[in-house]
Protein backbone atom coordinates (compact mmCIF):
# COMPACT_ATOMS: atom_id res chain seq x y z
CA UNK A 1 0.00 0.00 0.00
CA UNK A 2 1.26 3.45 -0.68
CA UNK A 3 0.80 5.10 2.58
CA UNK A 4 -2.67 5.68 2.74
CA UNK A 5 -2.93 8.06 -0.14
CA UNK A 6 -5.66 5.68 -1.81
CA UNK A 7 -8.19 3.36 -0.77
CA UNK A 8 -8.14 -0.17 -1.27
CA UNK A 9 -10.57 0.04 -4.58
CA UNK A 10 -9.30 2.37 -7.04
CA UNK A 11 -10.89 2.69 -10.30
CA UNK A 12 -8.92 4.41 -13.46
CA UNK A 13 -10.98 6.02 -16.43
CA UNK A 14 -9.15 5.89 -19.40
CA UNK A 15 -7.71 3.05 -18.37
CA UNK A 16 -6.78 2.19 -22.10
CA UNK A 17 -3.90 4.44 -22.39
CA UNK A 18 -0.62 4.76 -22.73
CA UNK A 19 -0.19 6.20 -19.00
CA UNK A 20 -2.90 4.73 -17.47
CA UNK A 21 -2.42 0.75 -18.67
CA UNK A 22 0.94 0.97 -17.00
CA UNK A 23 -0.40 3.05 -13.69
CA UNK A 24 -3.14 0.04 -13.43
CA UNK A 25 -0.49 -2.54 -13.25
CA UNK A 26 1.46 -1.06 -10.54
CA UNK A 27 -1.22 -0.39 -8.12
CA UNK A 28 -2.40 -4.41 -8.85
CA UNK A 29 0.79 -5.02 -7.86
CA UNK A 30 0.69 -2.51 -4.73
CA UNK A 31 -2.31 -4.35 -3.33
CA UNK A 32 -4.82 -2.45 -4.59
CA UNK A 33 -8.25 -3.17 -5.96
CA UNK A 34 -8.53 -1.86 -9.82
CA UNK A 35 -10.78 -1.75 -12.20
CA UNK A 36 -11.16 0.44 -15.23
CA UNK A 37 -13.04 2.12 -17.93
CA UNK A 38 -12.40 3.36 -21.45
CA UNK A 39 -14.33 4.08 -24.07
CA UNK A 40 -13.37 1.10 -26.71
CA UNK A 41 -11.62 -2.22 -26.46
CA UNK A 42 -7.57 -1.54 -26.43
CA UNK A 43 -4.63 -3.61 -26.85
CA UNK A 44 -3.57 -4.53 -23.21
CA UNK A 45 -7.74 -4.98 -22.21
CA UNK A 46 -7.29 -8.78 -21.94
CA UNK A 47 -3.99 -8.42 -20.04
CA UNK A 48 -5.09 -6.12 -17.67
CA UNK A 49 -8.04 -8.45 -17.05
CA UNK A 50 -6.01 -11.66 -16.84
CA UNK A 51 -4.00 -9.86 -13.86
CA UNK A 52 -7.34 -9.42 -12.76
CA UNK A 53 -8.39 -6.18 -13.42
CA UNK A 54 -12.04 -5.28 -14.06
CA UNK A 55 -12.46 -3.66 -17.51
CA UNK A 56 -15.73 -1.40 -18.36
CA UNK A 57 -15.52 -1.13 -22.24
CA UNK A 58 -17.99 2.29 -21.75
CA UNK A 59 -18.56 5.41 -19.54
CA UNK A 60 -21.42 4.98 -17.00
CA UNK A 61 -22.17 5.58 -13.41
CA UNK A 62 -22.33 2.46 -12.43
CA UNK A 63 -18.64 1.69 -12.91
CA UNK A 64 -17.41 3.29 -10.53
CA UNK A 65 -17.19 1.33 -7.32
CA UNK A 66 -18.50 3.30 -3.97
CA UNK A 67 -15.52 4.59 -1.41
CA UNK A 68 -13.37 4.34 -4.28
CA UNK A 69 -10.22 6.60 -5.16
CA UNK A 70 -11.15 7.94 -9.06
CA UNK A 71 -7.76 8.24 -11.41
CA UNK A 72 -8.52 9.96 -14.86
CA UNK A 73 -6.50 10.98 -17.70
CA UNK A 74 -5.69 13.68 -19.24
CA UNK A 75 -7.78 12.69 -22.47
CA UNK A 76 -10.71 12.83 -20.08
CA UNK A 77 -12.81 16.00 -19.87
CA UNK A 78 -14.11 17.61 -16.32
CA UNK A 79 -17.92 16.60 -17.78
CA UNK A 80 -17.31 12.67 -17.38
CA UNK A 81 -20.18 10.87 -16.18
CA UNK A 82 -17.49 8.64 -13.76
CA UNK A 83 -16.03 11.78 -12.85
CA UNK A 84 -19.39 13.27 -11.82
CA UNK A 85 -20.11 9.91 -10.47
CA UNK A 86 -17.50 9.88 -8.24
CA UNK A 87 -17.38 13.77 -7.10
CA UNK A 88 -21.21 13.39 -6.03
CA UNK A 89 -20.02 9.99 -4.12
CA UNK A 90 -17.20 11.82 -2.34
CA UNK A 91 -14.79 9.70 -3.48
CA UNK A 92 -11.12 11.27 -3.87
CA UNK A 93 -10.45 12.20 -7.50
CA UNK A 94 -7.17 12.94 -8.62
CA UNK A 95 -5.48 13.51 -12.31
CA UNK A 96 -2.72 10.88 -13.28
CA UNK A 97 -0.12 13.33 -12.90
CA UNK A 98 -1.28 13.70 -9.06
CA UNK A 99 -1.37 10.03 -8.45
CA UNK A 100 2.03 9.54 -9.88
CA UNK A 101 3.29 12.44 -7.81
CA UNK A 102 1.80 10.53 -5.20
CA UNK A 103 2.96 7.61 -5.83
CA UNK A 104 6.45 8.63 -6.30
CA UNK A 105 6.69 11.21 -3.41
CA UNK A 106 9.54 9.12 -1.19
CA UNK A 107 11.57 7.83 -3.94
CA UNK A 108 14.30 9.28 -5.80
CA UNK A 109 13.64 9.66 -9.93
CA UNK A 110 15.71 10.06 -12.70
CA UNK A 111 14.22 11.34 -15.90
CA UNK A 112 15.78 10.97 -19.28
CA UNK A 113 14.34 13.42 -22.36
CA UNK A 114 15.50 14.44 -25.57
CA UNK A 115 14.97 13.61 -28.67
CA UNK A 116 17.71 11.04 -29.17
CA UNK A 117 19.16 8.67 -27.32
CA UNK A 118 16.39 8.10 -24.57
CA UNK A 119 16.03 4.28 -24.94
CA UNK A 120 20.02 3.61 -24.83
CA UNK A 121 20.42 5.77 -21.74
CA UNK A 122 17.48 4.32 -19.96
CA UNK A 123 19.30 1.09 -20.86
CA UNK A 124 22.41 1.97 -19.50
CA UNK A 125 21.04 3.31 -16.30
Known sequence: MLNNN???????????GVGMTPLALL??????DISGSDISD??????????????YLNHSASNVPS???????SAISENNIEIQTA???NCTTISRIEALKLITSDKRLISIT????????????
Do not use: P, W
Open 6 to 16: FTKQVHLIGIG
Open 27 to 32: LKEYGY
Open 42 to 55: FRLCNFLQSKGIKI
Open 67 to 73: DSTVIYS
Open 87 to 89: KKA
Open 114 to 125: GSYGKSTTTAFI
